[in-house]
């Protein structure tokens, strides 16, 4: 039994209910996918047999670019086989390809947490004098405890995030309009 390549998903996936574990090349996708609210697995050092285990056991997709890892490995596991270096790229391939939206943030870019709304008296002392003053709502990672605002770092990766979703669209456009 060989793993199921997703290249054309059908039936569409309910995009809420993907869970993704990355490999060790695809550090900054995952990132980007948490901060897209998706919940995304990545370990910087991981044994093929161990992410094919997880994969399996937790029915999560595995991204890819290994080959290797899915031929001899990827034994009853569904993948994406990415084929661009570029993170932007990247992105856009599993976007395309799961039709995923941006969510809200849910998930913490560092350790793919579960971020929780807390009140803002309690960090006062962990985030910066300006940031407790003008900012109203904060959420927590409940693994790594990081503290979350909506400050304009997230407005910045939504902005590029929604340009990068609009340039992908209209040069799909133009090649369809080429090939008619």
Same mark, same amino acid.
């Given at each position: 039994? #060989?793993?199921?390549?997703?290249?054309?998903?059908?039936?569409?996936?309910?995009?809420?209910?993907? =869970?993704?574990?990355?490999?060790?090349?695809?550090?900054?996708?995952? =990132?980007?996918?948490?901060?897209?609210? $998706?919940?995304?697995?990545?370990?910087?050092?991981?044994?093929? /047999?161990?992410?094919?285990?997880?994969?399996?056991?937790?029915?999560?997709?595995?991204?890819?670019?290994?080959? #290797?890892?899915?031929?001899?490995?990827?034994?009853?596991?569904?993948?994406?086989?990415?084929?661009?270096?570029?993170?932007?790229?990247?992105?856009?391939?599993?976007?395309?390809?799961?039709?995923?939206?941006?969510?809200?943030?849910?998930?913490?870019?560092?350790? /793919?947490?579960?971020?929780?709304?807390? @009140?803002?008296?309690?960090?006062?002392?962990?985030?910066?004098?300006?940031? $407790?003053? /003008?900012?109203? *709502?904060?959420?927590?990672?409940?693994?790594?405890?990081?503290?979350?605002?909506?400050?304009?770092?997230? #407005?910045?990766? =939504?902005?590029?995030?929604?340009?990068?979703? *609009?340039?992908?669209?209209?040069?799909?456009?133009?090649?369809?309009?080429? @090939? /008619?």
């Amino acid at each position: 039994m #060989r793993g199921e390549d997703i290249k054309d998903p059908s039936p569409p996936h309910a995009s809420e209910d993907l =869970r993704f574990i990355a490999d060790s090349m695809l550090g900054r996708l995952s =990132r980007w996918l948490r901060l897209l609210g $998706y919940d995304t697995l990545y370990f910087p050092t991981i044994e093929d /047999n161990k992410i094919i285990r997880i994969a399996r056991s937790e029915g999560r997709i595995l991204l890819t670019r290994d080959t #290797r890892l899915i031929k001899e490995k990827g034994v009853g596991v569904k993948f994406l086989l990415l084929t661009s270096n570029d993170t932007v790229h990247q992105v856009l391939e599993v976007i395309k390809i799961f039709g995923l939206m941006a969510g809200d943030m849910k998930r913490c870019a560092l350790c /793919n947490g579960v971020l929780k709304n807390i @009140e803002k008296a309690s960090v006062q002392d962990s985030v910066p004098e300006y940031v $407790y003053l /003008n900012f109203s *709502s904060f959420m927590k990672c409940t693994e790594c405890g990081k503290v979350y605002w909506q400050g304009s770092h997230i #407005r910045r990766f =939504r902005d590029r995030f929604e340009k990068m979703i *609009s340039v992908s669209s209209e040069s799909n456009q133009d090649m369809e309009e080429t @090939e /008619n």
